[in-house]
Every structure is written in structure tokens, then in C-alpha cells.
């Protein structure tokens, strides 16, 4: 069974610094795409920020120059560092990964439990 597991939310202040991360877990062949996404009260799951097997990374424009994704592919994770945080920035914060569980399967979709990060003075 695949399984991401989310840490590292919490409460900070605005202007303030979280480092998030995920691990994927489980039996399964490879996994491609890993990235972020984030959803607050009253709103639609918005994509943060992904990071391809290829090494190309993606930003949302509202958190281009703030956060910075990373992924160390042997250990199967991945990080988001997220530097000068706004209040806007609160919200539950998903792990996505594109898992393939076998080399000839095509890739699904997996999501982490979430992890509240809430950004308040």
C-alpha cells in the first residue's frame, strides 16, 4: 500500500519560515511528478508549487520568490521551504505524487493526509 506522510506545519508569524516534507512510502516502482498543493477555508485546492523526475520545477505565481521545492529521489521525498510567509498563505497543505506501483502500470495519483499551516501574528 502507498502512502505519503506530511510534516513540518504549525503556526508562525508573518514574515516567518516553515519547511515542510513527505515521504512516500509503500511498494511501487517509480514515482514521477511530486509537488504541492494547498487548500484554505472556503476555497479550491490550489497547486503550490511540483517538481518532475525530470528536475524541472513548477511555482504558483503567489509563492514565486518565497518558496523553494526540493526532492531527494533516493529516500523518495520531498520539501517545500517556505521563507516570508503571509497570512494568505494559511491553509492545508497536501503532498501529490504520480506513483507508477509497476514499471508497465501507468502512473496514479496519491495525496497525503494534509498539514495545517497558519500564518498569524
Known amino acids: 500500500q502507498v502512502q505519503l506522510v506530511e510534516s513540518g506545519g504549525g503556526l508562525v508569524q508573518p514574515g516567518g519560515s516553515l519547511r515542510l516534507s513527505c515521504a512516500a512510502s509503500?511498494?511501487?516502482?517509480?514515482?514521477?511528478?511530486m509537488g504541492w498543493y494547498r487548500q484554505a477555508p472556503g476555497k479550491q485546492r490550489e497547486l503550490v508549487s511540483t517538481f518532475t523526475s525530470g528536475r524541472i520545477t513548477h511555482y504558483a505565481d503567489s509563492v514565486k520568490g518565497r518558496f523553494t521545492i526540493s526532492r531527494d529521489v533516493a529516500k523518495n521525498m520531498v520539501y517545500l521551504q517556505m521563507n516570508s510567509l503571509k497570512p494568505e498563505d494559511t491553509a492545508v497543505y497536501y503532498c501529490n505524487a504520480q506513483i507508477k506501483k509497476y514499471f508497465y502500470s501507468v502512473a496514479d495519483d496519491y495525496w497525503g493526509q494534509g498539514t495545517q499551516v497558519t500564518v498569524s501574528s
Open positions: 509503500g511498494s511501487f516502482s517509480s514515482i514521477n511528478t
